[in-house]
């Protein structure tokens, strides 16, 4: 399976590093999962609103870790 | 002037030190993508406090500058960036500046890939400190970011931050020694390995090192060559998700074990008169020679790098190898954003000079400009007996480091002394206050004593 995996994958043309063909099949895997847990947590934190029930929300909790950074409002 | 043989491996550019300044030559395959990065409102929103500032230069002031001409012809542009105090290395760091270095990378990442760029690599060595910030130097990793394209650099950043880091939280065990001996970044293999099995539950350390770790095993071990095919792409919303998960997870990883001299201040054989007495020593001392810049071995967690901050100085350094006491230090430094840059450093065994050719990372030495004044509080009995360093070695070592300083004597009556010998043969005949005056008088012009009230220390200020 692992190798079927890899079949999809290639190497950015002008990349000077190694990405490691595993490294690269997992970042995707792993990112498919993150993008699905931030997609049901927004529809959770919505569902919650409809029934009034207020909770930290995900922009309270990213402003955490921005502290003195800079946010990003560069769009 | 010299080249940086630090910056060989991305053939897009060089780094070049000339007349005190820090230049980088750019080839002609990147020139017109950095020119227009450095144009960026990204780019110029961040320059100075996230990414080091870049101003593009003719050629002739390269010249100028004493770059040779073979030199400047070989690149199409040319950039100068504003100097970095100290050059640091990752294994230098404290757990906490190598997670705010990750934090930076992250960030960069994420808000890079709001904006249409992406970084082509993560290496920490990319990071570097003023005092406490992290400040990112490579203007090359800046590349525009293609719709679908993955995070090249994801598995480099596993291994220069989350494997280090997931180390030092969950398996007690401090990074530096493994880094310095494995400058590509920690195996994950090796780290997977190390991590207590109770990690497996935690989601991310088992998506991005067990499963990578052991995804890489099973590569290894196959010999047939994968063909490859065009990659599937990776939704941008989803790589965005992945990277703003690794930050938050990051952020709230804590070192786990806790040290004996994390505590130092509260366990030491000090009386409060003679701790305010040694303060007024080291007070005086800064104010009296108009000391700048003070480089304090030994910090433990920074208490008399604050105090020369407090009586002074505009920038400490401040270096210990106990990996707990300098986190402390970091934390107390950046939460009063005080001008002291904290690192890891074994006197007894510094940073080499190593990678390609032993020149690619240099010693802390080559990179250290002398400063004006030198502490070495409680020090001289760990090298001396703990390390069977000879007393006359380190102080020869210590007084060349700075033109002026403070070295204080601790004597074997002294608890923590005592404590030391317990278990062995005493053999340091020549480590007594005799013998230690004479020889600093033999290598100064001038050594002046002061008694520690109520303590049987000594603290002798010496004078090139």
Redesign the interface.
């Known amino acids: 399976m ?2 079927l995996l ?7 043309a ?4 190694d ?10 895997v ?6 699905a ?2 997609f049901w947590r927004h529809w959770y934190y919505r569902l919650l609103g409809i029934f009034g029930i207020k909770k930290k929300d995900m922009g309270e ?2 402003a ?2 921005k502290d003195d ?2 946010k ?1 409002e ?2 | 002037m010299s080249r940086d043989y630090g910056s060989f ?4 550019g060089h780094v070049f030190f000339a007349s005190d300044r820090i230049f980088r030559g750019i080839s002609s395959g990147a020139a017109s993508r950095v020119r227009r990065f450095i144009h960026s ?2 780019y110029k ?2 320059a100075g ?2 990414i080091v500032e870049t101003t593009e230069i003719p050629s002739k002031e390269a010249v100028s500058a004493g770059i040779s001409i073979d030199d400047v012809n070989s690149w199409e542009m040319w950039v100068e960036h504003s100097r970095i105090p100290l050059i640091t290395y990752p294994y230098e760091w404290s757990f906490e500046s190598l997670k705010e270095a990750g ?2 990378t992250l ?1 960069l990442l ?2 890079g890939l ?2 249409g760029y992406t970084l ?2 993560a290496s920490a060595f990319n990071v570097q400190f003023i005092n406490t910030k992290p400040i990112f130097i490579d203007v090359l990793s800046f ?1 525009e970011y293609k719709e679908g ?8 950043f ?1 291994e220069h931050f989350l494997a280090p880091l997931c180390l030092s939280a969950y398996a007690g065990i401090d990074y530096n020694t493994w880094f310095r001996g494995r400058l590509e970044g920690l195996d994950l293999v090796e780290v997977s390995k190390a991590l207590p099995a109770t990690t497996r539950f935690r989601m991310q350390v088992l ?2 090192l067990h ?2 770790a052991w ?2 095993q ?2 290894r071990a ?1 010999t ?1 060559v ?7 792409p ?2 941008r ?3 965005i ?2 990277f ?2 690794l ?2 997870f990051i ?1 709230k990883l804590q070192r786990k074990r806790q040290s004996y001299w994390q505590q130092y201040s509260g366990c030491n054989s000090y009386s409060d008169s003679s701790q305010a007495d040694k303060t007024r020593i080291a007070r005086e001392f800064i104010m009296e020679n108009d000391i700048r810049e003070v480089l304090d071995l030994g910090c433990n967690t920074g208490e008399y790098s604050r105090v020369a901050v407090d009586a002074g100085a505009q920038r400490v350094i401040g270096t210990d190898v106990d990996c707990g006491a300098i986190d402390i230090a970091f934390k107390e430094a950046r939460e009063n954003s005080l001008p002291i840059q904290i690192l890891y450093f074994d006197i007894a065994n510094p940073s080499p000079d190593m990678g390609w050719m032993h020149r690619e990372r240099l010693t802390l030495e080559q990179r250290l400009r002398s400063p004006g004044g030198l502490f070495c509080f409680a020090l001289i009995h760990h090298i001396v007996i703990g390390r069977n360093i000879p007393i006359e070695f380190f102080l020869r070592w210590v007084c060349g480091l700075a033109p002026k300083g403070l070295i204080e004597y601790v004597p074997k009556s002294d608890p923590m002394v005592k404590g030391l010998l317990r278990d062995r043969e005493d053999i340091f005949v020549d480590y007594d206050q005799a013998n230690l005056e004479r020889i600093l008088q033999d290598i100064n012009e001038r050594v002046v004593i002061h008694a520690v009230q109520s303590s049987s220390r000594v603290i002798y200020a010496y004078e090139r």
């Not at chain 1, 890899?6 to 950015?12: H, I, N, Y």
């Not at chain 1, 002008?14 to 590093?17: I, T």
């Not at chain 2, 491996?9 to 897009?12: A, C, H, N």
Request: proline share 4%; hydrophobic share 35%.
């Open positions: 692992l190798v890899f079949t999809f994958f290639s190497t950015s002008h990349a000077y590093l990405p490691g063909s595993v490294s690269l099949v997992l970042q995707s792993v990112a498919a999962i993150a993008g847990a931030l909790k990213n955490e870790w950074q800079i990003a560069d769009e | 491996r991305d053939p897009d409102d990204f929103k961040r406090s996230q934090r930076l960030s994420i808000d709001n904006c082509k690599d590349t394209e993955p995070f090249i650099g994801y598995k480099q596993c998506m991005h499963l990578q995804a890489m099973k590569v196959t047939s994968v063909k490859r095919k065009r990659h599937r990776v939704p919303r989803n790589l998700a992945l703003d998960s930050r938050r952020t």
